[in-house]
């Protein structure tokens, strides 16, 4: 079992900055993958940004990408999503998550989910 909890996230104007953190605790060394997504109201929960928990390797989503960095601390055991540039379109609740199967964008491919945090990007 891998239990996830984000943190960070908050009101923000549009234009600025934001960081989230996810933690991880117990059987870490299992995961393959952990990603961000984001579910705003009305939508469906979509892939925002995933790294490779070993090697770091990053894979963002076309919306985000150049604005949101995805970065991990092993020793820490921790994923933050640095968000830079927000727009109000990026307001949501957004997740992380754990997978120790694959990497992927497929929520499907992931087993384990935080509670969420949310975003609200103001205009």
């Known amino acids: 079992q891998v239990q996830l909890v984000e943190s960070g996230g908050g009101l923000v104007q549009a234009g600025g900055s934001l960081r989230l953190s996810c933690t991880a605790s117990?059987?870490?060394?299992?995961?393959?993958?952990v990603g961000w997504f984001r579910q705003a109201p009305g939508k469906e929960r979509e892939f925002v940004a995933g790294?490779?928990?070993?090697?770091?390797?990053?894979y963002y989503a076309d919306s985000v990408k150049g604005r949101f960095t995805i970065s991990r601390d092993n020793a820490k055991n921790t994923v933050y999503l640095q968000m830079n540039s927000v727009k109000p379109e990026d307001t949501a609740v957004y997740y992380c998550a754990a997978s120790t199967r694959a990497v992927g964008r497929a929520a499907t491919a992931f087993d384990y989910w935080g509670q969420g945090t949310q975003v609200t990007v103001s205009s």
């Open positions: 117990g059987r870490t060394f299992s995961s393959v993958a």
């Open positions: 790294i490779t928990w070993h090697y770091g390797g990053t």
